[in-house]
């Protein structure tokens, strides 16, 4: 497996220079059903990677701009009534695809926003009565910008909480962005995937095998007590109103899996289990309003929670 996930990353490098954290959390929940959140200023290819991340894996690809007039039938699709035939008949939305990018999710307003909700839990699509199944590889990777609040509308709890991860993408370091410069700085445009030659590194098969052994991976009881004990301390910090749920222990502990398989491992660490608690973790918790206006971040008291939190041997 790690010679997989190692032939991913190349082919993803081809044309996105680093976010290898990044893409290898884009692994870990794509392994075990996932959805994930990136939020980062504009122009740090999250576009681009996540388009690179589908082509790597040869799934299918499907995009929606999300603006404040979009409305669920937008997403979803609507039957519309066929003169000729006399009957209804189902044009399908955007949301009919493997791996959706949801871009700038938090500009779209609260109904269709939720149009998602279903999706993202189920798998399914409900249109006016009948259930339309996307398939167990859907996967929806969702943008938004942190710094534009005007017009937008903040994800509700509810929604936040079928994200595996929130991944924070930052600004590449000088080297990173010299060598991002070198490669497209030729063009204003941002660069057309054909250009780069990705070849697809694994297909529905491999992934269903890869899915399928990362169920088998070890998690001790010693490690379940931990994923639990580190989800219920968020619900006992002083400067978090509200912690994670029992699906965010579900989720961490899933997620832990994944990437001990990535890694070449058939047993979970703790180590795993430190790595993914911010990402799995910080969009889960709601900071009191004495830290709000202190300005606590929540990652600094999950940091504080993990340092508190016993370890197991």
């Given at each position: ?27 870990t929940s ?19 990677l996540t388009?690179?991340?589908?082509a ?6 499907g995009?929606?701009q999300f603006?404040p007039?979009?409305m669920p039938?937008?997403?979803l699709?609507?039957?519309?009534f066929?003169f000729q ?18 871009d ?16 993202m ?12 199944p ?5 996967m929806?990777i969702?943008?938004q ?11 509700p ?5 079928r994200?595996?991860f929130k ?6 370091d000088?080297q ?9 700085g030729?063009?204003s445009?941002?660069p ?19 899915r399928?052994?990362?169920r ?10 931990y994923?639990?004990d580190v989800v219920?301390a ?9 912690g994670?749920?029992?699906r ?10 994944a ?7 058939d047993?979970?660490i ?14 889960r ?5 004495g830290?709000?206006i ?9 940091r504080?929670?993990l340092?508190?939190v016993?370890?197991?041997?």
């Amino acid at each position: 497996m790690p010679a997989l996930a190692e032939a991913i990353r190349a082919e993803i490098r081809k044309a996105v220079v680093g976010h290898d954290e990044v893409i290898d959390m884009m692994l870990t929940s794509l392994l075990v059903g996932g959805h994930i959140l990136l939020e980062g200023v504009p122009g740090t290819a999250k576009t681009l990677l996540t388009q690179a991340f589908a082509a790597a894996l040869a799934i299918a690809f499907g995009r929606i701009q999300f603006t404040p007039d979009l409305m669920p039938g937008d997403v979803l699709g609507t039957n519309l009534f066929n003169f000729q035939t006399n009957s209804f008949s189902l044009v399908r939305g955007p949301i009919f695809t493997q791996l959706l990018l949801a871009d700038e999710i938090n500009r779209a307003p609260p109904k269709t926003q939720a149009a998602l909700l279903q999706a993202m839990n189920e798998r399914v699509v409900t249109i006016d009565g009948t259930d339309h199944p996307l398939g167990d590889a859907f996967m929806v990777i969702a943008t938004q910008n942190p710094i534009e609040q005007q017009g937008t509308y903040p994800l509700p709890e509810a929604q936040l909480d079928r994200f595996l991860f929130k991944i924070i993408i930052d600004h590449p370091d000088r080297q990173q962005e010299r060598e991002v410069v070198r490669r497209h700085g030729a063009s204003s445009a941002m660069p057309r995937l054909a250009d780069f030659g990705l070849q697809a590194a694994a297909d529905g098969a491999a992934l269903q095998g890869v899915r399928a052994a990362v169920r088998q991976v070890r998690l001790t009881d010693a490690l379940i007590d931990y994923v639990v004990d580190v989800v219920r301390a968020t619900r006992q910090h002083a400067s978090l109103q509200f912690g994670a749920s029992t699906r965010a222990a579900n989720m961490l502990a899933a997620a832990a899996r994944a990437l001990a398989a990535l890694q070449g491992r058939d047993f979970v660490i703790p180590d795993d289990v430190k790595t993914l608690a911010l990402p799995a973790l910080r969009h889960r918790v709601v900071l009191s309003p004495g830290a709000e206006i202190e300005g606590t971040a929540a990652d600094r008291i999950l940091r504080e929670i993990l340092e508190q939190v016993a370890v197991p041997r």
